[in-house]
């Protein structure tokens, strides 16, 4: 059985969860796991409450660990707790994994040194804080050397939809991930163009840069803040 | 403010509810309703357990209807105390809206007589059980007569995040819909092709046809008696 780790944790953007989630869900030797520090509800960005089915604590070992992003992101990027049980856990993974803003909480964690990554493409520049280097792609496999975890990561939000068939058809073989394509009808096609800074319409991507800018500015201080943290940490031996 | 409600039940495809729930969420002018019998915890198909936020009893007056789809539609087929509910909530609706098999509820429910509407590949072709007309499209919208909803559906599972974007445009304007596009990174690139019959390998799509043709019959027989308790609550005048 292949288990693999989905962080659920306050304020993640549900999407960036729930498409990798329901991909990866029933595929033959895939158990799924809904991890956060409790059991008890988690509220996502859109306030939708969702219940974890393990902790930290009793988590049993995994071999692909997926973390998502969203608002929530910024608390997590300074929480020794998550941190350290993001160390930890990275140690026996096949696989280590982000979708959207996901990626900046492994950067901070010192899990991406050096490691090529994607990210929501606003944010993506800030997985280089944490010594990882951003690349522009939708979904992003980084093999690393003999004996680490291969880094997965996907971009913004619904990019978690084609990062997970991608790793379905690392760990079931393509087949089932086309299989389960099929099934999720997966053959998109936006009604219209604006799913990313190359196609969306210049003031709509003009606006959208000047809205998020405080957004992506705070972030980069949360993100060296908790690369700060895991130096102590590692320091300390953690 | 334009109530969207959004049909939480217990087996629901959770990608089916998600996907328009965070693509609508948030939109100005748009207030969303996670809407179930009670405000108790419900088990998506993965078994992840939601909290819808309101009732059928408690809901406010909604604008906008979303029925999605996924394995518990069987039970929600013979419902009446559901198919009771859609047909009152439906008459002063603007936008009766299904995902995926969701469009079976409503066909059963006696709303899509006459009406054009998709639903999840394999299964659209219930759709005429009900009187409705099935069509092979991600995104297909009915405006109807004078006077009545227009009846906006989306393919299988993901294509509810196309439909969303498509209602999203229609409830707040297309700079709207295209700024949450962008900011949901929605620029699909599946990292292969299978995900609906035309461009899966052939032999994909005959293990899905073979694996799924009790769940075809199944269902039919379950539209088939939703349509005739549709028939004897109407012969009451419910």
Redesign the interface.
């Known amino acids: 059985m292949i288990h693999v780790g989905l962080l659920l944790f306050p304020g993640v ?3 960036d969860i ?2 990798p ?2 991909v990866l ?2 595929l033959p030797e895939v158990q ?1 796991h ?1 991890v956060w520090k409790t059991l008890d ?1 988690v509220a996502a960005s ?6 974890p ?1 393990t902790t930290y604590a009793s988590c049993p070992p995994l071999d692909v660990l997926i973390v998502p992003g969203g608002g929530g992101v910024n608390a997590l990027l300074t929480d020794a707790e998550t941190l350290v049980w993001l160390r930890a856990t990275s140690r026996r993974l096949t696989h280590l994994c982000s979708v ?1 803003t996901g990626s900046l909480i492994l950067a901070a964690a010192g899990l991406l040194r050096g490691r090529r990554a994607t990210s ?2 606003r944010f993506r520049e800030l997985v280089a804080e944490g010594g990882g280097i951003p690349v522009a792609e ?2 992003v496999t980084d093999r690393g050397q003999e004996g680490t975890y291969t880094v997965m990561s996907g ?5 978690g ?2 990062f997970a ?2 790793l379905a ?1 690392e760990l079931v073989g ?2 089932e ?3 389960k ?21 210049a ?3 003009q ?2 840069l000047e809205a998020t800018a405080p957004n992506v500015a705070a972030r980069r201080e949360s993100v060296r803040a908790g690369v700060a943290m895991t130096a102590k940490l590692e320091a300390e031996g953690k």
């Open positions: 953007q549900q999407l729930i498409g989630h329901d869900t029933g799924t809904m509800p859109t306030g939708l409450r969702m219940f089915d959207c929501h493409w939708r979904i971009g913004g939000v619904t990019a939809i084609d068939l991608a058809a393509q087949d991930a086309m299989r394509q099929l099934y999720l009808e997966y053959a998109p096609a936006p009604p219209f163009e604006a799913g990313d800074p190359e196609t969306a319409p003031h709509i991507l606006q959208s």
